[in-house]
């Protein structure tokens, strides 16, 4: 079975400074998709970022970007021009492109930032 | 905007109980989930369906089962509920097509006392 481990509880990063969280996982696989969720106080699940394991470029929404090493099995999210909005929980998970179990998605234990003003 | 609702915020109920954890989505989706959630372990799938009628056991089905009636509810049953139950339950939807990402509910605080 496919785990994923963030080896980093909690995090601080000073507002407008840059932030790295770190995820690595295991698999046999070599299609699958990975995924960071962040978690606000609100408790509502929002995908920030997607990527295909069989796309080399790493993927990129606005300010979150990530590092993707599939040789490594390390998938870690920055977050650039931190903003006070972006302490939440972060959540790494793992998707197997094979239909089953369709769609369920491995995760992490969390990563807790912080945003200091 | 793709809507999963969650019946209730928080729920408290005893033990021994049979308790009903519900979830709509308004998106058509085929596939649904039921998570839960707890401090250093992350989210763990408990079921999901991915048609009518269809369910499939995650890797902690044990002192649970759902039902999904129709498309668009889901619904997470504690058929005898424990202490140990207590805990975020979260549900979530997406389409039944490869890569699709998942979407989630509020979730459900769920206290067993």
């Known amino acids: 079975a496919q785990t994923v481990t963030q080896s980093q509880p909690e995090m601080s990063v000073q507002e407008a400074e840059t932030v790295t969280l770190s995820c690595t996982y295991d698999t046999s696989e070599s299609d699958y998709y990975l995924f960071w969720y962040k978690q606000p106080p609100s408790r509502q699940m929002i995908l920030v970022i997607r990527?295909?394991?069989?796309?080399?470029q790493n993927a990129t929404e606005n300010r979150f970007s990530v590092n993707f090493q599939k040789a490594a099995k390390s998938f870690s999210l920055k977050i650039s021009d931190s903003q006070l909005g972006d302490a939440a929980m972060y959540f790494c998970a793992y998707r197997s492109a094979d239909p089953a179990p369709l769609g369920a998605l491995r995760f992490g234990a969390g990563t807790r930032l912080t945003v200091k003003p | 905007d793709v809507k999963v609702t969650q019946s209730s915020r928080y729920l408290v109920k005893r033990t021994g109980e049979k308790v009903f954890l519900e979830c709509v989505q308004d998106m058509d989706h085929e596939n649904m989930f039921w998570y839960r959630q707890d401090p250093g372990l992350g989210l763990r799938l408990i079921y999901f369906s991915y048609d009518v009628k269809m369910k499939e056991k995650g890797d902690i089905p044990e002192g649970y089962s759902v039902s999904r009636e129709k498309k668009e509810r889901f619904s997470l049953i504690l058929e005898s509920a424990s202490t140990n139950q207590t805990s975020m339950y979260l549900c979530?939807?997406?389409?039944?097509?490869?890569?699709?990402?998942?979407?989630f509910g509020d979730g459900t605080r769920l206290s067993i006392l």
């Open positions: 979530a939807s997406s389409f039944g097509v490869r890569g699709q990402p998942q979407h």
């Open positions: 990527q295909e394991a069989y796309k080399q």
